[in-house]
Structures are given as C-alpha cells and as structure tokens.
C-alpha cells in the first residue's frame, strides 16, 4: 500500500476509533468534554470527566495486536505536556486529573470492535509533571 493511502486508512481508523471510545465512555457515565486538544507537544484524543475528576484519553485502535503497547514514555511525556498545557490554560491546576487509555481492536470493518479501558494507565512524566 502507498503511504499516502496507509496514512488515509490510519486517520480513518483513528477517527472511528476516538468516536467509538467516546461512545463507550458515555455509556459508562462519563462526560466527553473535548476531543482532539492540540499544542505543539502533540494531541490528548479525548477530555472527558469522571465524576470530580477530569481524565486525558489516549485512544489506540488497530486492526489485531495490543494497541496500548503503542503508549510508549515518549508518548506519555507528551500527552503530560498537553495536559498541563490544557490545566494551565482553563485555570485547572488544583482539579483531580487522570490519564486513561481507550484499546480498540477492530480486525473486521462491519463486525463490533474490542474495547478495553484502562483507567489511570499511567502517572504523569517529565518536566512537566504536575499533582493530582
């Protein structure tokens, strides 16, 4: 496959994927607030809220594997830049805040996809690490 043409199925799944975790997430009672925060550190997929805390979504879909093995300590690092990058600019330091991942496998385009969530999948990193 061209790499043009991958990377147009890659967003499309992607796409699918982010709407198909902020469904489940809703059917599980939390609130999406947001979807697609971007700095220059990169982009948090979902921003919902659990009750009093607010969570940063890491969505991974893929066709077979284990998605959120693709969750590497680079990509933390970033997404905990985004995140205080998000907290600082809404004047929401002090709020209870979590990072969660959303695994999607979807290995048949018409059949139902696996979800699996994994709640707080990790603890704030790098230099920009803030209190929860």
């Known amino acids: ?7 147009f ?4 799944l992607g796409d699918r994927g982010e709407r198909a ?3 489940f997430l809703r059917r599980r009672g ?11 550190w990169g982009e948090i997929d979902l921003i919902a809220r659990d009750g009093n805390t607010l969570v940063f979504v ?3 879909a893929r066709r077979q594997g284990v998605p959120a093995e693709a969750v590497t ?3 933390e690092r970033r997404l905990t830049l985004t995140a205080l990058h998000f907290l600082r600019k809404y004047g929401l330091l002090e709020a209870r805040s979590r990072f969660d991942i959303v695994a999607i496998v979807w290995p048949d385009q018409r059949g ?4 699996e969530h994994f709640p707080n999948a990790f603890e704030t990193v790098g230099r ?5």
């Open 128 to 132: 920009g690490q803030f209190f929860r």
């Open 21 to 23: 975790a902020a469904k």
């Open 73 to 75: 300590p680079e990509k």
């Open 112 to 115: 139902q996809p696996q979800i």
């Open 1 to 7: 496959m061209r790499p043009t043409l991958r990377i």
């Open 9 to 12: 199925w890659n967003r499309l």
């Open 58 to 60: 890491e969505v991974k």
């Open 30 to 40: 939390m609130r999406v607030l947001l979807r697609g925060y971007r700095t220059k």
